[in-house]
């Protein structure tokens, strides 16, 4: 259920019609749904709080790469969400938006000594080792602050699973964690360490897993080694059950339902008494946000093929170049008539800027407008000025109110940011 829905013909994101925002702001422009995301973040909230046994005080952490705009996240803050981070940057941004320190969780294969640095300073609530090496210059880094930080160890379960290759992260071969029996070896020697406070473990196996059997197989892994550390003694008091859960792109995508999963969930916890946290990033932000496009030209070719050319290109929304990602594309004022097949690309000067093949679509005409549903993950924040086209603004709407979030730069902006060589 999102809140981008035909209301006398014509597209609307909540109150406001779609063909009124391009034309104050232009296209193309992402645009996301205040309501939608308050409904996702939600109702996984109300999937866990009906476990109150199994996962104690549970926080929900946006993880902030799925969607790093501040107004997002100061929405989710709003909500009481906390931010799962990959980055000082991130770490800056969640805190910029009213996220407190105390919900922000610190995670990612290659965080710096600046970085490890930076979360001691502002006192965020856990930092997520993935690796010996990291456990390491963590311990470094906070002798000489005299800081004690309460982490994590990140398992690699051996488990992947996920939408495409590229976002399989629990796999042997992935970067990402470390391997169970080295895991419990580390969480030892991590509690004898004066300088860090291990509290618990934490994995991410990868993003839009849409079956429950491998996210409740990782779940089981923690739990056995969960038993087996405070079996040696340990005390172990919260899991960190990652993100990952998948999102329907298309009407007939079967994913399992988020109370299903949280039902999953607390089965393998329960009795634990652990403190578990949610990482979910596509799960609140997918379905939050569209991209909105205007049709350049309609190219048809003699053998009947159709190129829909849209002002929106690969550097606007990665996905389907970058993971073979499926996104619906709907016209804001459809018309009536047969459907049409349509190539559906952009201006970008390669092949890999194309959105879709041959899909049926209400006729379209130069200057029409659309949108591709379901991004509002991964999409802006993985837009770059590839082809010197200037950053896609984003807008949040709320009801009949709505902001420019962030902006369009103007060409001028673009050009300044560099400068010419001194010599030349
Ligand atoms: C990317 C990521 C997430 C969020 O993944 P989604 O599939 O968007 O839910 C959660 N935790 C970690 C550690 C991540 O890297």
Redesign the pocket.
């Known amino acids: 259920m999102d809140h981008f829905q035909l209301r006398a013909g014509t597209l609307h994101a909540e109150d406001v019609p779609l063909d009124t925002l391009a034309a104050e702001v232009g296209t193309p422009a992402y645009v996301y749904s205040t309501a939608t995301l308050s409904r996702h973040y939600g109702v996984l909230r109300e999937a866990v709080d009906a476990h109150p046994a199994a996962f104690g005080d549970a926080l929900i952490a946006f993880?902030v790469?799925?969607n790093s705009n501040l107004s997002v996240l100061a929405t989710l803050a709003r909500l009481g969400s906390g931010a799962?981070t990959?980055s000082e940057g991130e770490i800056r941004r969640a805190l910029k938006a009213g996220i407190p320190a105390a919900r922000i969780i610190f995670?990612g294969v290659g965080k710096t000594d600046a970085e490890l640095a930076y979360a001691l300073d502002v006192g965020v609530r856990q930092i997520?080792v993935e690796s010996p090496a990291e456990l390491d210059r963590l311990i470094a880094v906070a002798a000489e602050k005299g800081a004690c930080p309460d982490i994590a160890i990140r398992v690699n379960p051996k488990i992947g699973a996920g939408g495409h290759a590229k976002i399989t992260?629990g796999g042997e071969g992935d970067k990402f964690g470390i391997p169970a029996d080295e895991a419990l070896a580390l969480y030892a020697r991590a509690a004898a360490s004066p300088h860090v406070t291990p509290v618990g473990l934490a994995c991410?196996i990868g993003?839009?897993i849409i079956d429950l059997t491998p996210l409740e197989a990782a779940f089981r892994l923690l739990r056995e080694m969960t038993l087996t550390l405070r079996g040696q003694g340990l005390s172990v008091t919260r899991l960190d059950l990652?993100?990952?859960?998948g999102v329907p792109y298309s009407g007939g995508a079967e994913t399992a339902s988020v109370a299903d999963y949280a039902a999953m969930a607390a089965g393998v916890l329960e009795g634990l008494e652990v403190e578990a946290a949610f990482?979910?990033?596509?799960?609140l932000a997918a379905n939050a946000g569209v991209l909105l496009a205007r049709v350049i030209q309609i190219t048809e070719r003699a053998d009947g093929r159709r190129f829909l050319v849209l002002d929106a290109a690969m550097n606007d929304l990665v996905r389907p170049a970058m993971y073979d990602a499926f996104h619906e594309v709907k016209p804001v004022t459809p018309r009536d008539g047969d459907l049409i097949a349509y190539d559906i690309v952009g201006p970008v000067c390669e092949t890999g800027d194309t959105f879709a093949r041959g899909r049926d679509l209400p006729p379209l005409q130069a200057g029409d407008l659309v949108v591709f549903t379901g991004a509002g993950?991964y999409g802006a924040v993985m837009s770059s000025e590839y082809n010197s086209r200037p950053l896609v603004p984003e807008v949040l709407v709320d009801e009949a109110r709505w902001a420019v979030v962030r902006g369009r730069p103007t060409y001028d902006e673009m050009l300044t940011r560099e400068t010419v060589a001194g010599w030349l």
């Not at 990482?279 to 799960?283: I, T």
């Open positions: 993880a790469k799925a799962d990959v995670s997520n992260t991410h993003s839009q990652g993100g990952g859960l990482e979910p990033g596509r799960l993950a």
